[in-house]
Nanobody
């Protein structure tokens, strides 16, 4: 069993930066890849970024060049550095871990609010 806990969400002005963190605990050796999603009010959950076991990364177009996903395996943490934030980035942000067997685990989410 793996548990994920996000932190770092906050209220920030447009153009500002935030770094989200996701702490993983439990059977973390079974994690294949990790990622971030977000869900804005009234919208479907949206994929943001993924980092693979070899640290390869992928981003949705709307955050390319502004967001950076990274991981620190020594601390069992996943990060999302968010720069040049826009009001449309306002959402609850979730981290997710994908396992070799095809299952996944989600965190509880952290709120990011970007004011204009």
């Amino acid at each position: 069993q793996v548990q994920l806990v996000e932190s770092g969400g906050d209220l920030v002005e447009a153009g500002g930066s935030l770094r989200l963190s996701c702490a993983a605990s439990g059977r973390i050796f079974s994690i294949n890849a990790m990622g971030w999603y977000r869900q804005a009010p009234g919208k479907q959950r949206e994929w943001i970024a993924t980092i693979g076991s070899g640290d390869s990364t992928n981003y949705t177009d709307s955050v390319k060049g502004r967001f950076t996903i990274s991981r620190d395996n020594t601390k069992n943490r996943l990060y999302l550095q968010m720069n040049s934030l826009k009001p449309e980035d306002t959402a609850v942000y979730y981290c997710v871990a994908w396992f070799v067997l095809g299952t996944d685990v989600w965190g509880q989410g952290t709120q990011v609010t970007v004011s204009s």
